[in-house]
């Protein structure tokens, strides 16, 4: 059982650059969610979807767009890279409503 | 929206001691609180939960309170062990599809 997966693990963006992160899951559930995670700041929602076609912003979703064509997959575009978008992004999924959420293992960005 | 304060953000017991986390919360409709322990370099994972139904949980060396009345929630380890060293993270659950809100974190450290 893969739980949610998210690639890459690693990259680096100059700034202006777009890019892609992958994020798929395989257990089925509704809800799927972006976060960022800073030095000092904790987990911060950048875009959330509760079912496929269904997708809302979060509280930093400025320089994000996200989509969810199937249930399984929400990928998280960059689109034009800033350096303050330097940030480890963790992707989860849960069921909807007050359940467990489960992490992918972490996509570390840096933007020069 | 919700907004989840932490403290302490760093703390360090002696093995063998209790540590305690406390955490609160501002969206009174907000009803479910998990912790999650986040080792170096790896994805946050759920250790507890509870709900606003209930004022405390245990599991094993671990628990939970809630205080609804005054929006507070805390987590304790009793008996800690150097595995326990850890970033850990409360958060709370509101909002339509009841994302979830993290506080800052906790860098807790047991020293052997």
């Known amino acids: 059982n893969a739980g949610v997966t998210q690639t890459p693990k690693f990259q680096v963006l100059k700034t202006g650059q777009s890019m892609t992160l992958q994020c798929a899951q395989d257990m089925n559930h509704e809800y799927m969610s972006w976060y960022r995670q800073d030095p000092g700041m904790g987990l911060r929602l950048i875009h959330y979807s509760v079912g496929a076609g269904i997708t809302d912003q979060g509280e930093v979703p400025n320089g994000y767009n996200v989509s969810r064509s199937t249930t399984e997959d929400f990928p998280l575009r960059l689109l034009s890279a800033a350096p303050s978008q330097t940030s480890v992004y963790f992707c989860?999924?849960?069921?909807?409503?007050?359940?467990?959420?489960?992490f992918g293992q972490g996509t570390r960005l840096t933007v020069v | 929206g919700e907004n989840v304060e932490q403290h302490p953000s760093t703390l360090s017991v002696q093995e063998g001691d209790s540590a305690v986390i406390k955490c609160t919360y501002s969206?009174?409709?907000?009803?479910?609180f998990p912790w999650y322990k986040q080792e170096l370099g790896k994805r946050p994972q759920l250790i507890i939960d509870?709900?606003?139904?209930?004022g405390e949980k245990k599991d094993q060396r671990i628990a939970v309170t809630l205080n609804k009345t005054a929006k507070h929630f805390s987590l304790h380890i009793t008996e800690t062990q150097p595995e326990d060293s850890a970033v850990y993270f409360c958060a709370a659950s509101s909002g339509s599809a009841r994302q979830l809100t993290f506080g800052s974190g906790t860098q807790l450290t047991v020293l052997p």
């Open positions: 509870i709900r606003s139904n209930v």
């Open positions: 969206d009174s409709a907000s009803n479910y």
């Open positions: 989860a999924s849960s069921y909807v409503g007050n359940t467990e959420a489960f």
